[in-house]
């Protein structure tokens, strides 16, 4: 699923904002606003000394308020200096806030129904799976390792201005089965009870619905029994796509090292590893956790499991 971004890049774009606004920012605050005070300064004395030769005419001067309009003129920002100081703390927070520890999204397509709706708002965890440099995406203190059954956001493969969102489901040396629509993980079949059917707004008909408990995770899915298992023709040539066999019932993958393998819970609308291959771990965005908000509808609004 393409989670969509309001700009294309929005990380760079805002990494060049916040440079931007605060190279003015600290240019101002130990330069510029010296050179204003030093021109201020300058202005005043003479304003003091020809006030001091007008007085001693016998002349009257409004001495004071003339002097603090020339202060104020003199040590007042220019507009794009002063926007940038305001810009700056707030783009710095943001940057500080979106690459370390939360991140937003929104959910624009459905192969992450039932568990996640199209339209919903997500966070997403930046921290719980390492510490990584902003825009580069490279991890220079590691914490913790996707476990199965997380719902991970990470970099498309295929194209990495994409971030996409499924669950894990295998990690590094694990051997993964899908046959006739289930999984095996490690040799150990993964459990499946049978719930109410589920309606899908999006093309009107009921799909399937269980819990499925993967290695301890319980979490709902979908399958539509008109679908085949898998559609062999959009299958696509990925990194150790030596480490899977296909067949017409399904397939078997090996998960390399430093790789997970990752599948939609609305398993026959989903496009996942099963066609486009492993998730390396320098591709991790973070684990989503939250769906803050969900415009048409409030219910959805608490924890994502």
């Known amino acids: 699923m393409n989670l969509q971004l309001i700009l294309g890049n929005f990380a760079l774009i805002l990494f060049v904002l916040m440079v931007v606004t605060g190279v003015i920012w600290f240019l101002d605050v130990f330069y510029l606003a010296k050179q204003r005070r030093h021109a201020a300064d300058r202005a005043l004395a003479e304003f003091d000394g020809r006030n001091a030769k007008l007085t001693a005419d016998g ?10 309009a020339i202060e104020h003129a003199l040590l007042r920002q220019p507009t794009w200096i ?13 940057f500080f806030l979106r690459s370390f520890l939360y991140e937003p999204f929104k959910i624009p397509s459905s192969s992450m129904v039932p568990t996640l709706l199209v339209g919903d708002l997500i966070l997403v965890n930046k921290y719980t799976y390492g510490i990584r440099l902003p825009v580069l995406n490279k991890k220079i203190i590691e914490i913790n390792n996707p476990q199965r059954g997380d719902v991970m956001v990470f970099k498309y493969p295929k194209d990495m201005t994409q971030d996409y969102i499924k669950r894990v489901i295998g990690v590094p040396g694990d051997k993964i089965t899908y046959e006739n629509k289930r999984l095996t993980v490690n040799g150990k079949p993964v459990s499946y009870a049978p719930m109410d059917d589920y309606l899908d707004d999006e093309h009107l008909v009921y799909n399937k619905q269980y819990q499925e408990n993967l290695t301890g995770v319980s979490h709902r899915i979908l399958n539509n029994e008109q679908a085949p298992t ?5 299958v ?16 078997t993958c090996v998960v390399p090292e430093g790789n997970y393998f990752m599948m939609g819970d609305n398993r026959d609308n989903s496009a996942d590893s099963r066609y486009w291959g492993f998730v390396p771990d320098k591709n991790i965005v973070g684990k989503a956790f939250f769906v803050w908000m969900n415009l048409s509808n409030l219910r959805r609004i608490g924890g994502i499991h």
């Open 230 to 234: 898998l559609n062999l023709a959009d």
């Open 59 to 68: 002349i009257k001067v409004d001495h004071a308020a003339n002097r603090s």
């Open 82 to 94: 002063e926007y940038s100081g305001s810009f700056f703390p707030v783009i710095a927070l943001v």
């Open 236 to 251: 696509k040539h990925f990194p150790h796509d030596d480490a899977c066999t296909y067949n017409y019932d399904g397939f």
